[in-house]
């Protein structure tokens, strides 16, 4: 009761009016609700009178300056302080308390530095309102503190983030932006600028919009408002990534473009557009496109040509068929397989009757074409399987796989038939001509293809020797036909 009646005396006992008839006891009921308002504040609350001395201080207020229950005559300048903009130490005519008490002066939520008494700085704002007594005589103050520490170092920290964060912004190579729902950018970089080739007066003024110019897809057809990345990102809600397109300036030059845009989570609907430019990329997609078309058709062409080289290199030039080089490479493969399963091989080896009298009688012309004709005329009577080359000369060389001696001999004699009853066209040579032939078959002694050759051209030999026009079969059938 005792410390209710000093609160009320102390403090309101200074603002009741004379002209009141409420009783005392009235007055002791206002004290102690105020009182316990104040003991509950989050914030300090102090007053002091004339003298400056602290007549009441509430738990908060001794929280915040870590210090005792002042209430008698300890005086408040005996705390320091600094103000918070300029730093300077607080003389202690300049305390808001002290300009109240003096001078009555209000103040309010000045920012101030203070030394708590643990040795621990804090910041606050610091409030003083002078209060009278009923004649209107300064009697005191009452001083409010808020300790916003917490308050204005997240707001330091934020104010550096924010700067690193516009520094960052400031440098990225890539153009980044920030435009409302209607496209308008609110704010950009300079890269951005320089990607789209616009001037910095253009983007600051805020007045540019994408859809001022032209967007085209990747396929030349346009870009639609609803489709740009950062009309769905708003309109959705969501992230768009990696869209690209086509700027057309005025003058109808084109930036390629890889756009990409989030929602910011504000309440006016804005987005952020990351922008990179891809235009000489893109030009050097289509230069390396150009440049692999060019290498393809070159490759196409070159490749034919060695095709050509191979096809030269393998074939007689005069008749089209396998030279002998080509033919012994075939032949040893074909030898081998013949051996290794077991199956029959035989070979022809034929030459043109008196060619040497017919090159020098009806000329060398004449002779490249019975040489093409009869070369022809051995295609019609062997299979794709047989291996047909001209062995040198007028002489022709066939390997016949999977073909025992009895069928060689019915095919080399329907090609002997064939050739004798064949008459040319070309009406400056012979009217007929006649092949003979030595054939023989692979025998289980031989191991190589030269033993067959040299049979067979024994054989031929024999053909030759015995009237031409003819076939005959190497030993151990030595057979004549």
Request: hydrophobic share 40%; glycine share 6%; proline share 4%.
């Amino acid at each position: 009761m005792k410390q209710r009646q000093r609160f009320s005396r102390r403090v309101l006992g200074h603002t009741r009016t004379s002209a009141t008839n409420e009783a005392p006891g009235a007055w002791d009921v206002v004290a102690q609700s105020l009182r316990l308002v104040f003991e509950t504040l989050p914030i300090g609350v102090w007053v002091l009178n004339l003298q400056g001395h602290i007549i009441y201080s509430n738990p908060a207020a001794r929280t915040i300056w870590a210090g005792a229950h002042y209430v008698g005559p300890e005086q408040f300048g005996v705390y320091k302080g600094w103000w918070l903009r300029s730093g300077e130490p607080i003389a202690a005519e300049e305390w808001a308390a002290a300009r109240a008490i003096s001078k009555g002066e209000t103040s309010l939520d000045e920012e101030i530095i203070i030394e708590c008494f643990d040795g621990t700085r804090k910041i606050i704002l610091n409030s003083a309102l002078p209060f009278y007594d009923s004649r209107q005589r300064l009697r005191g103050a009452i001083i409010v503190n808020q300790d916003v520490t917490a308050r204005m170092n997240a707001e330091a920290a934020l104010a550096a983030h924010e700067t690193e964060l516009r520094n960052l912004f400031a440098i990225l190579p890539v153009g980044v932006s920030v435009v409302d729902e209607n496209s308008t950018v609110i704010d950009s970089n300079a890269a951005l600028a320089r990607i789209l080739q616009l001037s910095d007066a253009e983007l600051a003024s805020g007045t540019y919009t994408y859809g001022q110019r032209r967007y085209i897809h990747p396929d030349n057809t346009p870009f639609k408002r609803e489709e740009f990345p950062s009309t769905i990102a708003i309109n959705e809600q969501r992230i768009v990534e990696g869209v690209e397109i086509g700027v057309v300036k005025e003058d109808g030059e084109l930036i390629w473009t890889t756009v990409s845009a989030a929602p910011l989570p504000t309440p006016d609907r804005r987005a952020v557009i990351v922008t990179s430019d891809r235009t000489d990329r893109k030009r050097n997609e289509a230069n390396l496109l150009w440049a692999h078309q060019a290498i393809a058709t070159m490759n196409r062409r070159l490749q034919a040509a060695l095709n050509r080289e191979q096809e030269l290199a393998r074939t007689d030039p005069l008749t089209g068929i396998a030279n002998r080089r080509h033919f012994f490479d075939l032949a040893d493969h074909s030898i081998a397989s013949a051996q290794r399963y077991n199956y029959p091989i035989s070979l022809i080896l034929f030459d043109l009757d008196h060619f040497k009298s017919i090159n020098d009688t009806w000329g060398h012309q004449c002779g490249d074409t019975v040489l093409r004709e009869i070369v022809q005329l051995g295609r019609a009577y062997l299979r794709d399987a047989d291996l047909y080359a001209r062995y040198g000369g007028e002489e022709f060389i066939v390997l016949l796989p999977q073909t025992d001696l009895e069928a060689t001999l019915v095919v080399a004699e329907r090609l002997r038939q064939a050739v004798a009853n064949h008459a040319f066209a070309n009406s400056e040579c012979p009217g007929k001509v006649t092949i003979s032939l030595g054939i023989a078959m692979l025998l289980p002694s031989e191991d190589d293809l030269g033993r067959l050759i040299q049979r067979a051209d024994r054989a031929l030999y024999q053909a030759k020797s015995t009237g031409r026009n003819r076939t005959v079969v190497a030993p151990p059938q030595n057979i004549q036909v």
